[in-house]
């Protein structure tokens, strides 16, 4: 087995000097750099930990406050939905009742002309009528009192002939 003694070069060195052994160097000043990383490292390493922390909680707290933000918000625009639906349904309704009321007002007054014109077309018809019966009357009258004029002048001239020849 191989003895190793890594303290023989100190013991034998009779002054201070460089050590040619890369390997015992190296060990030397890793655990002296590894040695002040962790004294002052530590310091600047715990205060980079606590900034990330306080980012990180900071961020958190930020995510939070925009999801209770957004949670509002959507809880009024359902609520705004839930109204706007409410008042299309409510518009809906008040216009079906409309077009109703106007439809029958509208068929009414349809009616109402049909049974104005059909009054005026009868009274039309029964002045014509009339009108017909009283010409046919006055035609007849006047035929008939011509005839009987005409006899009237004819018993009149045959009279008097009668009265004069006598």
Same mark, same amino acid.
């Given at each position: 087995?191989?003895?190793?003694? %890594?303290?023989?070069?100190?013991?034998e060195a009779e002054g201070f000097g %460089? $050590?040619?052994d890369l390997f015992e160097t190296n060990i030397l000043n890793l655990s002296v750099v590894i040695g002040v990383l962790i004294y002052y490292g530590r310091i600047a390493l715990g205060d980079l930990i606590t900034d990330r922390k306080n980012t990180i909680l &900071?961020?958190?707290? *930020?995510?939070? $406050? @925009?999801? &209770? *933000? !957004? *949670? *509002? $918000?959507?809880?009024?625009?359902? @609520? $705004?939905f839930e109204t706007a639906k409410l008042k299309a349904e409510q518009i809906r309704s008040q216009g079906l009742v409309l077009s109703g009321q106007t439809s029958k !007002?509208?068929?009414?007054?349809?009616e109402e002309d049909i049974k104005r014109l059909k009054a005026s077309n009868l009274s039309s018809i029964r002045f014509e009528e009339e009108k017909s019966i009283n010409e046919v009357v006055l035609h007849c009258f006047t035929d008939n009192?011509?005839?009987? /004029? @005409?006899? /009237?002048? %004819?018993? /009149?001239m045959f009279v008097s002939f009668y009265f004069i020849n006598k």
């Open positions: 087995m191989l003895n190793v003694n %890594i303290f023989l070069p100190l013991s %460089i $050590n040619t &900071r961020n958190l707290q *930020e995510a939070d $406050n @925009k999801l &209770r *933000e !957004a *949670e *509002e $918000n959507l809880a009024f625009a359902n @609520k $705004n !007002a509208l068929l009414d007054a349809v009192f011509t005839l009987l /004029y @005409k006899m /009237y002048f %004819i018993m /009149y």
